[in-house]
């Protein structure tokens, strides 16, 4: 496959993202909260046979900042074999998880 296309919601949206082989694709967006803040971003690259995202979630508000992290992967000929948004008819990647990872500031600072 040269090309992968897939969904994706990106600030509220429903997106079309198109890789080609070899290509990556860095967002992210963020904004301020009625509490503190909150950061999203994702870089997704395609090798010809699989997608690759590698996000991250990050905030704070008032209980403190947490960050949370991972990657998945899809095969491609997957792209479209996740859960299906019967709203709209979109059907979204079969993303199979790699590792994922969380970070609680708040509880780090009182030692747990």
Known sequence: MKTAR???????????IA?????????????????????????????????TNEWCNDGADCDGR?????????????????????ENGARFPDWQIAETGQRDYSAEAAGY
């Open 19 to 51: 890789l080609r082989t070899g290509q990556t694709l860095h967002h992210s967006h963020g904004a301020r909260t009625d509490e503190g803040w909150t950061r999203e971003s994702n870089i997704f690259s395609f090798d010809g046979q699989t997608v």
């Open 66 to 86: 947490i960050t949370r992290d991972g990657v998945c992967s899809c095969a491609a000929d997957r792209l479209s074999a996740g859960y299906n948004d019967t």
């Open 6 to 16: 897939f969904w994706h919601y990106h600030k509220s949206g429903l997106v079309r």
